[in-house]
């Protein structure tokens, strides 16, 4: 196990009807001003809003909307964003609904102290403040309301790119169980192959290959994914079942998986990145394209780790078994398995692995994912 540092400053408060606290903890933040940021008309149409603007009035708290967020949160919309909470002067940013309005919404809290344009933070700059960032979850995946990363897509450019800070770690996340209760199955689905992402990047590609109390860590988070959402796709209002599943989703992505394993690298998160710039797929969606292929490639490197995590989650004898297994599930649960199945033509795979090739050599991982590399494993997704 390799020496780590843990540090998680954000205070989740779980449970029902637990939204209304948001008031209280902004006051006790210090905070008078606030930007509110969430996407289109979901939380007027849930009560939501509502209960929110209530909670904020009862404590005193000024706020200005920012609303339209979309599901891959672009750079235009993040600027205009910057420029409203700059006029408003607020001290802090609000955001309600699920990661897209998170990520985006720390971008804004980085833009509106900063003399820069914000994208120069997602392309190297480093982040050294931002405004104090609150959160009310409307949708588990991405983990957002308990990290400090944020990814924003210029669209210009088509590049899906990112920043990480302890800067931007939400100060307060409130998850009610409650509010994900009106998510699609679609969204649910893909918010399930989002979270077990998160925690199979580290768990596969880690050079020492995982301590056994992270790696057990991570099959339990991958099973209570699995179970959950089986159990959502049968009772959308299942309370213990939403509530289990958005605390695996919060807890893939918080920085305990990893903990202890060495590098390891998200070569599937950058492959998708690709595909949701430069066709605006859900995230989920186009990871649930990218992983089965991807371990296709990537298992002769790592055979006994595949065949472990075919054993663990699925009580299957080989890493191919498990392989199929994963794909077939994501396909039971609604989510594409196939570039077609999203309508993205192969004839555009080289295109992709070019844009996908940009932010691995980011992230430092181009030595190994070439342009013919991806394309190589894109292919396995035909």
């Not at 344009?117 to 979850?137: C, H, K, M, N, S």
């Not at 409307?138 to 990290?147: P, R, V």
């Amino acid at each position: 196990m390799y020496d780590f540092t843990f540090h998680n400053p954000t205070k989740i408060i779980f449970g029902r009807n637990t939204e209304v606290q948001i008031g209280s903890e902004l006051k006790n933040a210090g905070i008078s001003k606030v930007l509110f940021v969430f996407g289109k008309s979901s939380i007027k149409a849930s009560g939501l809003y509502d209960r929110v603007v209530e909670s904020l009035n009862q404590s005193g708290i000024h706020f200005t909307e920012f609303s339209g967020v979309s599901s891959n949160p672009i750079l235009s919309h993040t600027h205009r964003g910057v420029r409203l909470a700059m006029q408003a002067k607020v001290q802090a940013v609000l955001a309600v609904g699920g990661g897209s309005v998170i990520d985006e919404s720390k971008a804004i809290a980085v833009g509106a102290v900063s003399d820069k344009d914000v994208w120069e933070y997602f392309i190297g700059e480093q982040v050294t403040r931002a405004l104090p960032v609150f959160t009310i979850l409307t949708l588990a995946a991405t983990g957002s309301e308990m990290n400090g990363n944020a990814v924003i897509t210029r669209e210009e450019t088509q590049q899906k790119y990112n920043i990480g800070s302890a800067h931007v770690y939400p100060k307060v996340s409130i998850l009610n169980p409650e509010l994900t209760f009106s998510v699609s199955p679609e969204y649910s689905a893909y918010g399930a192959v989002d979270a077990i992402a998160h925690v199979i990047e580290g768990y596969f590609t880690s050079r020492l290959g995982g301590p056994a109390i992270q790696d057990r860590l991570v099959e339990n988070i991958i099973r209570t994914v699995i179970d959950t959402q089986n159990v959502i796709a049968r009772e959308p209002d299942n309370y213990n079942a939403r509530a289990e599943f958005m605390w695996a989703a919060t807890l893939a992505l918080n920085g305990l998986p990893p903990a202890g394993i060495g590098a390891y690298s998200f070569p599937n998160h950058m492959i998708e990145h690709a595909l949701s710039a430069m066709f605006n797929i859900a995230h989920g969606a186009g990871l649930a394209i990218v992983i089965p292929a991807w371990m296709r490639w990537y298992q002769p490197l790592k055979r006994d780790k595949f065949r472990r995590f075919a054993q663990e989650i699925f009580g299957l004898e080989t890493g191919e078994q498990g392989i199929d297994a994963l794909e077939d599930w994501f396909e039971k649960i609604g989510a594409p398995i196939r570039l077609d199945d999203a309508g993205i033509p192969a004839s555009d795979i080289d295109s992709i692995a070019e844009n996908a090739n940009t932010l691995a050599r980011r992230w430092g991982i181009d030595d190994v994912y070439t342009p013919g590399v991806i394309a190589e494993i894109l292919r396995l997704a035909v």
